[in-house]
């Protein structure tokens, strides 16, 4: 994966003239050091740019032009160290098309009691000076991220970490190739969705290719390349004995290894970020891609099974955006439920196409039967899951927009083995309760299939879901039912 130390947040602070020169220099000095602070902090994964100050109309103008233009600036930070008339700032933010956030701080943490006199008054006026940009924001209705605090505060460094990491996500999907390896599973309805309005506003695009196509690439795999990755596959997991050199399975050891490397190298030669396949399509293929989807997930690629193109980019993004952060993000599916009173929780797992990212410990690399698609059977990675803080995010298409959905959840510890289930599997308590959890996600219209993240917040999913004008649904320890239906019949009227 990237390291997002590629990407910059350009830092503008807006000012005026009627200060006079030295007033600017000290707002240029201030502003410097603050960008250079949060730049330096190991927090923020993304460079942190300082700009010159900007003070009349065309200068802002001129740098969101270029803001918009480069290919490294993610997202632009502004702060209104002093007063910036904000008729100043209206035909900049017309053409801002980056992510951004405005950072409410003010230079000094404390009032200089005994100092301070109107020269210190006129140079620290963001409290005011942060409120006539907010409101030209607002009455353009600007999204936006709005950050308030001291600048060496961690809650503020913390936040702008994960509208960075949001926004990288954002940066990622724009101009991303997705690709479908046949159609959607036939008659499933969530799983659906209108590409052309995903590429309009979502910035990315979805293609089929028959999968005969994959099937070419595959066909080109050398015994070579196969070898190498058997021995890759033994080295990083446990093996089921048959699947062991010289064993009865391996020669479907082999098949998953070809399948793999071909995979791969299509993604690369067509420049995708992630893609989906199906089971009812897979002609030619001699195995449902199983460990193929796991390690390709866990190298970086957004992946949906049955066609779900949305989870694919999905997966893809939150991936960019837990770059370099400890835990996984991985697609999931609600299995099957723990209805024991007191104790109810849910299983996650799919057919095969969990990613080894969230893996607790060493997978073990095994082969079963697969009920559906009419094909060998397949190989696969079997592991349990870490425990811990999580959340499962889902992105619907309700017509005429598109809903992201998030549960925070609690992963768990199965309470007992699990000995004949022969897929990765996590278990999980949803918040705020079994009941009102899943009530809400079904109200919600979530989908059964997510991305499980470990180390992705809610915070830095609502902060993607604004920078993509995606409406944002949030089921945490909080979320009250009847609060909740208000907030979907209001979200839809005001659409
Ligand atoms: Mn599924």
Redesign the pocket.
């Known amino acids: 994966m990237n390291n997002l130390k590629q990407y910059e947040a350009w830092f503008i602070t807006g000012s005026q003239h009627l200060y006079g020169e030295e007033t600017l220099r000290q707002v240029a000095d201030h502003s410097r050091e603050i960008a250079q602070a949060l730049d330096q902090g190991l927090r923020i994964p993304v460079k942190i740019v300082f700009k010159p100050i900007v003070t009349t109309p065309d200068e802002i103008y001129h740098l969101i032009q270029e803001a918009n233009t480069s290919g490294s600036c993610i997202g632009i930070i502004t702060w209104m160290h002093t007063f910036s008339p904000a008729k100043m700032w209206i035909r900049g933010l017309q053409i801002l098309q980056k992510p951004l956030l405005h950072l409410h701080t003010q230079y000094n943490r404390d009032i200089p009691w005994s100092e301070i006199d109107m020269d210190f008054m006129n140079l620290n006026q963001s409290a005011h000076g942060d409120r006539e940009f907010g409101f030209i924001a607002s009455r353009m209705q600007i999204k936006r991220k709005v950050v308030v605090g001291y600048w060496k505060d961690e809650k503020v460094s913390a936040q702008i970490n994960r509208w960075a990491r949001a926004a990288c996500g954002w940066h990622d999907w724009q101009g991303a190739r997705f690709v479908r390896f046949g159609d959607n599973m036939r008659q499933v309805a969530v799983t659906e969705g209108d590409k052309v309005e995903a590429e309009l506003r979502l910035g990315y695009s979805v293609n089929t290719h028959g999968v005969g196509d994959l099937v070419n690439a595959i066909n080109e795999v050398s015994d070579k390349q196969i070898d190498l990755l058997c021995e890759e596959y033994a080295d990083n997991y446990t093996l089921a004995t048959t699947l062991q050199k010289g064993k009865s399975q391996y020669a479907s050891l082999q098949e998953a290894a070809k399948i793999e490397t071909g995979l791969h190298s299509f993604l690369k030669e067509g420049n995708y970020k992630g893609f989906t396949d199906t089971f009812e399509d897979l002609h030619g293929l001699k195995q449902l891609p199983g460990i193929a989807s796991q390690r390709l997930m866990a190298k970086g690629y957004g992946f949906g ?2 066609g779900d193109w949305k989870t694919a980019a999905l997966v893809r993004a939150m991936k960019v955006m837990a770059t370099g952060l400890p835990g996984g993000n991985s697609f999931m ?1 609600d299995y099957t439920y723990h209805f024991e009173p007191g104790n109810e929780m849910v299983l996650g797992a ?1 057919m095969l196409e969990i990613c080894e990212s969230i893996a607790d410990g060493k997978p073990s690399c095994e082969i079963h039967p697969l009920g559906i698609g009419g094909k060998e059977d397949p190989v696969r990675l079997v592991f349990n899951v870490a425990t811990g803080p999580a959340l499962n995010a889902s992105i619907v298409d309700m017509g005429n927009h598109f809903r992201l959905l998030v549960n925070e959840v609690e992963a768990i510890k199965p309470p007992h083995p699990l000995p004949k289930l022969p897929v990765a599997r996590v278990l999980w308590k949803p918040y705020p309760d079994m009941q009102t959890g899943c009530t809400a996600w079904i109200l919600a219209g979530g989908a ?2 997510t991305c499980f993240s470990q180390n992705i917040s809610s915070e830095c999913l609502e902060d993607f879901a604004t920078m993509a004008g995606l409406e944002f649904v949030l089921i945490d320890k909080k979320t009250d039912l009847r609060q909740l239906k208000n907030e979907l019949r209001w979200n839809v009227v005001c659409k």
């Open positions: 099974a049955e599916e799919h059964h299939h």
